[in-house]
């Protein structure tokens, strides 16, 4: 989750827990719980829901407040890794992090295209998916492959695919810090995936740390950045409806951007 929300768990946990730890206790004497409609069972019941409470009210907020920092931390890790890619001029600064490193820099990159970003990590019988992204309505995967040797084989392609399938994914994205194999770029193709290898994610992260407010621009002229997620976009014509024949901008991460610029 953000940050922010637990902070906001955390207050609504004490709230809740500290009314039932303050409220009033039952009687035990048997002819006042008679008189209440309670019984003896009813008034220990009580008695326990408020020591449990008493000590709970602590107890959870912090463990909130504990997660909470703990994603304020990656977050800000995270942004740090982005904006030393973006600045460093080295060829291989990609390789040189961790995989857990790889995973969230790529996370940063896709907030800064306009993704909401929820990191699953790669472990599980997800088809090691790492990253899921949403954009409006639409659900995208990801698949982080941090190999400082091979290349990212047509294997991991057919995976993320057949994901993408069960999860009913709009799209999806192979993250690299390398290259990818002449079958997994053709397997790909026509797939609604996108393979994002070390040179792709740099020119993604640079862009995103030049990038200003997109300025609306006429067919024509150069091309504008998307209004969605921030990429370039490319000159299309509409071929149906009542704008049938018209130029307009495409994003050219299309389909999985579906930006447009008249």
Not at 25 to 41: H, R, T
Not at 168 to 173: H, M, N, S, T
Not at 183 to 202: H, M, N, P, T, Y
Not at 223 to 251: D, H, I, L, Q, Y
Request: proline share 3%.
């Amino acid at each position: 989750m953000p940050w922010q929300a637990g902070i906001v768990l955390a207050v609504i946990a004490y709230g809740v827990l500290h009314y039932f730890a303050t409220r009033a206790s039952l009687s035990f004497n048997p002819v006042e719980l008679k008189a209440a409609g309670k019984s003896v069972a009813d008034s220990m019941a009580h008695g326990v829901g408020t020591m449990v409470a008493g000590v709970f009210q602590y107890i959870l907020p912090i463990f909130f407040l504990l997660g909470s920092y703990i994603s304020f931390s990656r977050r800000r890790r995270q942004g740090e890794l982005h904006r030393q890619v973006a600045s460093d001029p080295a060829a291989n600064a990609l390789e040189k992090m961790t995989w857990q490193e790889f995973e969230g820099l790529a996370a940063e990159a896709f907030r800064k295209e306009g993704y909401r970003v929820v990191e699953r990590g790669g472990d599980g019988p997800d088809g090691g998916i790492d990253l899921e992204l949403h954009q409006g309505s639409d659900k995208y995967l990801v698949q982080c492959k941090q190999w400082k040797v091979s290349k990212v084989g047509v294997a991991t392609v057919r995976e993320l695919y057949g994901v993408m399938t069960a999860e009913r994914a709009v799209g999806g994205f192979v993250v690299a810090s390398g290259a990818f194999t002449d079958d997994a770029k053709a397997f790909a193709e026509g797939r609604s995936i996108r393979l994002v290898d070390a040179r792709k994610l740099r020119a993604m992260i640079g862009s995103a740390a030049v990038q200003k407010e997109p300025v609306a621009q006429s067919a024509g002229s150069v091309a504008p950045a998307c209004p969605k997620c921030g990429s370039s976009m490319v000159e299309r014509t509409a071929k149906s409806g009542s704008n049938a024949g018209k130029a307009f901008w495409g994003c050219s991460r299309f389909p999985a951007c579906r930006g447009v610029r008249n």
